[in-house]
């Protein structure tokens, strides 16, 4: 099986960026159909991004098309998110996921893998 390390978490001041990291190790990671999903204090788990195990297909939660962009490096066994114009409400941990699947996941049920999450506050 695979396991999931994110990095790249941190303090950021609201319109700022960060890049989110998440390695794999284990198994190659180009088997798996990867996601990333936030949880805010108090609230559910919720989907973010997802990208194919190609790299050709990508999803986006409403809330973050335009800003996040999520890609991956296969030959380096990571997957990344962008995310630019950080605004205070997408403070959360935000956790990567995996399947071992050619489809595209936005449910976090579908998911067998995940990590143990990396902080982002975005403050005003």
């Known amino acids: 099986q695979v396991q999931l390390v994110e990095s790249g978490g941190g303090l950021v001041q609201a319109g700022g960026s960060l890049r989110l990291s998440c390695a794999a190790s284990g198994r190659t990671l180009s088997r798996y159909s990867m996601g990333w999903f936030l949880q805010s204090p108090g609230k559910e788990r919720e989907f973010v991004a997802a990208?194919?195990?190609?790299?050709?297909?990508?999803v986006y939660a409403d809330s973050v098309k335009d800003r996040f962009t999520i890609s991956r490096d296969n030959a380096k066994n990571t997957v990344y998110l962008q995310m630019n114009s950080l605004k205070p409400e997408d403070t959360a941990v935000y956790y990567c996921a995996g399947k071992d699947s050619s489809f595209l996941y936005s449910r976090q049920i579908r998911y067998d893998y995940w990590g143990q999450g990396t902080q982002v506050t975005v403050y005003a």
């Open positions: 990208i194919k195990r190609s790299g050709g297909s990508t």
